[in-house]
């Protein structure tokens, strides 16, 4: 028995796991905007709804949608034979002032000559005087109605009130217009804003200056501006305070009652970034592997993290890391808590 228990040897110690190489990089700082988004609409401070002064019919449409008109191009005319009779009434009614008024003048002044030469009473003169100051007002009020008679036969002639472009045309020649009817639009793709409705909770961080991006829906920025108007007061309908940030983009980018997303960069801080590649998700909650040393060895170590924006290619990180962290950003998907790993050189 002595023997054979001094035959006996103790067995061989397990062999140690072998360490997953793999590329790390070291967490830094980089100043991340924090930001909302939201829905803004461009409008333009040049946008003209066009509508009759007048009533009558449609006589004739001379542009269509989508044309480049120019400021004063007719664009439509009303049938204006009824306002042209009335002026050229009106203008009969002036001539005849007029000959009212110039005999009135010569009698005025024939009276004056005998009443100065004792001829005539003063009655007499007093009453030419009198006839001739009527006859006077009488041709200029009837002047005044004709030139006014005149000047609302342009309204019978729909002119483009400045450059732009021709939006939906609804009428049709024949039809029959007045005061409230919808002619057409005409745009001027320049003097652009934005317009963002930004929730009440927000209203205390809003001010004049800060920063707006414009954004199409894939997120590419079409153009950087600033805030430049608050409004006093809250939109009832939407519970949401107005802002206006200047566009200045052309009409290849922006245009008149385009929605766009805009987002409002409330401030700028150092913030931790990691890549893209290394953030993994389980049961809804993101993570990173963080190489660290224990007992004298590099071993991945599995850390909660809360994410923010991206930022290019990297996830901003508000929350789980600290400066200088060494996170994993190879072979992440073969990786569990706390397997040795080994750094790849560059790392």
């Known amino acids: 028995m002595a023997v054979l228990a001094g035959c006996k ?24 905007a924090q930001a909302s988004e939201y829905v803004a609409t461009i409008k333009s401070r040049r946008s003209a709804t066009l509508q009759p002064q007048v009533n009558g019919r449609l006589t004739g449409i001379r542009a269509k949608s989508g044309d480049r008109v120019t400021s004063g191009e007719i664009l439509m005319t009303i049938d204006p034979l009824y306002q042209q009779a009335a002026v050229n009434a009106q203008q009969a009614t002036v ?53 006014s008679q005149v000047e609302q036969l342009a309204y019978y002639t729909i002119r483009a009130p400045y450059d732009g472009i021709v939006g939906d045309i609804p009428v049709h020649v024949g039809d029959y217009v007045s ?48 805030i430049d108007f608050l409004s006093p007061q809250v939109d009832s309908t939407v519970q949401g305070v107005l802002v206006k940030a200047p566009v200045r983009s052309g009409s290849e980018l922006l245009r008149n009652a ?39 060895h590099l071993v991945a170590t599995q850390m909660p993290v809360t994410l ?13 890391l600290n400066e200088g962290d060494k996170v994993i950003t190879s072979g992440t998907q073969f990786l569990v808590n706390g397997m040795p790993v080994s750094q790849l050189p560059g790392s």
Do not use: H, M
Request: charged letters at 20%; zero cysteines; hydrophobic letters at 35%.
């Open 9 to 32: 040897q103790a067995a061989p110690p397990a062999p140690a796991a072998q360490a997953l190489p793999v590329q790390t990089v070291a967490v830094s700082l980089s100043p991340v």
């Open 95 to 147: 001539q005849q002032k007029k000959a009212v008024l110039d005999y009135n003048t010569s009698e005025f002044g024939r009276q004056k000559k005998l009443f100065e030469a004792g001829i005539t009473s003063r009655d007499v003169f007093e009453q030419a005087q009198q006839a001739y100051a009527n006859a006077k007002a009488d041709y200029e009020s009837s002047t005044a109605t004709g030139q």
């Open 179 to 226: 005061p409230t009817t919808l002619l057409t639009t005409v745009d001027e793709n320049k003097d652009l804003e934005a317009y963002i409705y930004v929730p009440t909770e927000r209203g205390a961080q809003l001010k004049q200056g800060l920063e707006v991006d414009l954004t199409d829906t894939n997120g590419n920025v079409l153009e950087k501006t600033n």
């Open 258 to 296: 385009q929605l766009v997303k805009a987002r409002i960069i409330w401030s700028t801080k150092p913030t931790a970034t990691v890549p893209v590649l290394a953030v993994s998700r389980l049961g809804g909650q993101s993570f990173v592997y963080v190489a660290r040393q224990q007992n004298g």
């Open 308 to 320: 923010g924006d991206t930022v290019g290619n990297n996830y901003a990180v508000t929350a789980g």
